[in-house]
Every structure is written in structure tokens, then in C-alpha cells.
């Protein structure tokens, strides 16, 4: 996974991450087993519990979010982007 994608992952707040993570798995309940997306979003979903899983063992809290930085927006356009992935695929 690019560096750069990593730090976006990192920059999200411990609440924003849970509910990534949350996204992700309900995305991968919801897919065929064979469909061609799903080792993306499995790659990506260990990412986000790696992030996880650093963060607890570091006992920090998460980074505050830099100014300008629209999570939210970037979170809906990862959605959108998978979305066109799976329908470009199927």
C-alpha cells in the first residue's frame, strides 16, 4: 500500500477509524466470496486494524486531524471509488 495512503489511514481519529473499519468488514459480509474487489478491501481492512493495533499498543491517542483535511469527504470518495471499482469489474 503506498506510504501516502498509510498516513491518510494514520490521520484519522480513533472514532473516524472504528467506523472505517466498520464499513469495510460490513463491505466484505456483503461480497461474493469470489468477487474481485474483495482482496482489496481485505488488504485495506488489515491496515486499518494495523493502525488499530499500533495505536494501542503505543497507548497514544490518535493524531488530531490537520486543518483542512476533509475526512469525511475523503472516506465517501474511497466509498465512491470502490463502488466504481466493482462495478467496472463485474
Known amino acids: 500500500m503506498p506510504d501516502q495512503h498509510r ?12 467506523r472505517y473499519a466498520h464499513q469495510l468488514a460490513r463491505c466484505l459480509k456483503a461480497l461474493d466470496t469470489a468477487a474481485p474487489i474483495r482482496a482489496h ?10 493502525e488499530q493495533d499500533t495505536r494501542a499498543r ?8 490537520p486543518p483542512g483535511v476533509p475526512v469525511l469527504a475523503h472516506m465517501a470518495a474511497v466509498d465512491a ?5 466493482a462495478v467496472q469489474q463485474a
Open 7 to 18: 498516513d491518510q489511514i494514520a490521520q484519522l481519529t480513533d472514532v473516524e477509524l472504528d
Open 41 to 50: 478491501l481485505q488488504r485495506e481492512l488489515a491496515e486499518v486494524r494495523a
Open 58 to 65: 503505543a497507548g497514544e491517542p490518535s493524531p488530531a486531524l
Open 81 to 85: 471509488g470502490l463502488a466504481a471499482r
